[in-house]
């Protein structure tokens, strides 16, 4: 496991350092998803209910949050109730979550679709939570960690990327950004604050 944080998202490159110490996994080259972007597609991603997902799978919903997530990081669990509240408390305002899992399941077992399902359901996940088997989609995005966020607009232009909240300790949570950009979204303004720094464990990408 490896904690991410790192300064050079804001500026949607890939960090260096962290490259040079994961010489055994592929690392793509792509810099996160630039602000105001148009949300890469993907499609045939199996969610934990036996369902087939793709971008399109969401298109009546007028905001879509998409959560790079998986089952073995404790950052990614700490974050799971909070995910099931909000798409619990935005799920009338027109908000749907889209979970995804791209995490190397072989390295990682606890990560693979069996698994997931029964994560899904133990927890009582509201949102799909789906497997991107080849990785493509988190390449796509720019995701280099778990838990990351994008959150799209009615047009599916991105218009908020990083952390949930900034703290993984619920009790010790003073920004609530995730919250706060989607009362901005629903409302019809720019989200206040666009671009936070996301922190978690590091995607576990494929051994070369």
């Avoid at 804001?10 to 350092?17: D, E, K, L, T, W």
């Avoid at 009790?171 to 950004?177: E, G, I, L, Q």
């Amino acid at each position: 496991m490896a904690f991410f944080s790192h300064p050079s998202l804001m500026q949607g490159r890939p960090p260096q350092a962290l490259i040079g110490k994961v010489k055994t996994h592929r690392r793509p080259e792509t810099a996160v998803l630039d602000l105001s972007a148009s949300a890469p597609d993907f499609s045939d991603l199996k969610g934990a209910d036996g369902k087939t997902y793709s971008l399109r799978s969401f298109d009546a919903k007028p905001v879509l949050v998409v959560v790079f997530t998986c089952n073995h990081c404790p950052y990614a669990k700490a974050y799971e109730d909070r995910l099931v509240a909000i798409q619990r408390d935005y799920l009338g305002k027109g908000v749907q979550l889209v979970a995804i899992n791209s995490n190397d399941d072989k390295a990682y077992p606890e990560d693979s679709y069996p698994e997931m399902v029964k994560r899904a359901k133990d927890k009582g996940f509201n949102f799909p939570y789906v497997r991107d088997p080849t990785q493509a989609a988190a390449e796509a995005y720019g995701a280099v960690c778990t838990p990351h966020v994008f959150a799209f607009d009615r047009s599916r232009k991105l218009r908020y990327r990083g952390r949930i909240d900034d703290s993984r300790d619920p009790s010790m949570v003073k920004s609530p950004d995730l919250r706060n950009a989607l009362d901005d979204l629903v409302a019809g303004r720019e989200p206040r604050a666009a671009d936070t720094k996301p922190f978690g464990c590091s995607i576990k990408w494929m051994v070369l």
